[in-house]
């Protein structure tokens, strides 16, 4: 198996970040430096399916694929996405030693709602990948009331700093809030679209990703996928 591929199914991070881990130099495989064309042997261990190669990262042992973990978790605003042990806000401190969880993507810190935790690199690969364009739904309170020629801006795709949106879906929840139905993931994509048109985010709440839905989950808390929800969202991603 491929190097980065059995990091991401360990846990450890999603192939992409393992990719960077071995690019950095951070991988080691028989006290050597990895390289991206290293593959490894998986044999069996009471701790599960394992490289038979002794591989560190950062010089500590990267343990055995773990079983696949799926929870939704409701971010507040004021979390950071980000796992960064020395930042008290961060995701990090919010989550279980083990297994271990990251999400797939962020949402800013100040942004709340729906986040995908897992361990399941091969998932986070597919999800992430700008060539999928999965979709991703947001509820949106801005500054003030908007007209419907607003909706159809944002709806057409708009221009700020060097790029242009795609096209994508809205609907007016109410004078000042609309629904957004995205399948970028450009950086502070909402807000930045909504600023170019002269309105002010002022409220941002990601509801769903895919077929995975937020629900009546309170902020703060977390849990796992049902079967059912599980089986729909890898269906959506075939």
Same mark, same amino acid.
């Given at each position: 198996?491929?190097?980065?591929?059995?990091?991401?199914?360990?846990?450890?991070?999603?192939?992409? !970040?393992?990719?960077?881990?071995?690019?950095?130099?951070?991988?080691?495989?028989?006290?050597?430096?990895?390289?991206?064309?290293?593959?490894?042997?998986?044999?069996?261990?009471?701790?599960?399916?394992?490289?038979?190669?002794?591989?560190?990262?950062?010089?500590?042992?990267?343990? !055995?694929?773990?079983?696949?973990?799926?929870?939704?978790?409701?971010?507040?605003?004021?979390?950071?996405?980000?796992?960064?042990?020395?930042?008290?806000?961060?995701?990090?401190?919010?989550?279980?030693?083990?297994?271990?969880?990251?999400?797939?993507?962020?949402?800013?810190?100040?942004?709340?709602?729906?986040?995908?935790?897992?361990?399941?690199?091969?998932?986070?690969?597919?999800?992430?990948?700008?060539?999928?364009?999965?979709?991703?739904?947001?509820?949106?309170?801005?500054?003030?009331?908007?007209?419907?020629?607003?909706?159809?801006?944002?709806?057409?795709?708009?221009?700020?700093?060097?790029?242009?949106?795609?096209?994508?879906?809205?609907?007016?929840?109410?004078?000042?809030?609309?629904?957004?139905?995205?399948?970028?993931?450009?950086?502070?994509?909402?807000?930045?679209?909504?600023?170019?048109?002269?309105?002010?985010?002022?409220?941002?709440?990601?509801?769903?990703?895919?077929?995975? !839905?937020?629900?009546?989950?309170?902020?703060?808390?977390?849990?796992?996928?049902?079967?059912?929800?599980?089986?729909?969202?890898?269906? !959506?991603?075939?």
């Amino acid at each position: 198996m491929r190097l980065a591929k059995y990091l991401a199914q360990t846990g450890l991070c999603s192939r992409r !970040a393992a990719t960077r881990y071995i690019r950095d130099g951070l991988i080691t495989i028989e006290g050597r430096i990895a390289n991206h064309i290293d593959t490894v042997t998986l044999i069996e261990t009471p701790q599960g399916m394992q490289s038979s190669e002794r591989l560190t990262f950062d010089g500590a042992p990267i343990s !055995a694929v773990e079983e696949k973990e799926y929870w939704v978790f409701h971010k507040a605003v004021g979390t950071d996405s980000r796992l960064l042990i020395d930042d008290p806000s961060s995701l990090l401190h919010l989550l279980p030693s083990t297994p271990r969880l990251y999400p797939v993507g962020r949402l800013d810190k100040d942004s709340r709602g729906l986040l995908l935790l897992t361990n399941d690199g091969e998932l986070t690969q597919t999800l992430m990948h700008p060539d999928f364009g999965h979709s991703k739904i947001y509820h949106v309170r801005v500054d003030r009331d908007f007209d419907d020629n607003f909706l159809q801006a944002m709806a057409q795709g708009v221009s700020y700093r060097d790029v242009t949106t795609l096209p994508c879906t809205l609907t007016r929840l109410a004078k000042d809030q609309f629904e957004i139905t995205l399948t970028q993931g450009l950086n502070r994509q909402i807000r930045r679209m909504s600023q170019a048109l002269g309105f002010k985010v002022i409220d941002l709440k990601r509801v769903k990703i895919q077929s995975l !839905a937020l629900g009546d989950l309170e902020e703060g808390e977390m849990r796992q996928l049902t079967s059912s929800e599980l089986i729909n969202l890898k269906s !959506a991603l075939e």
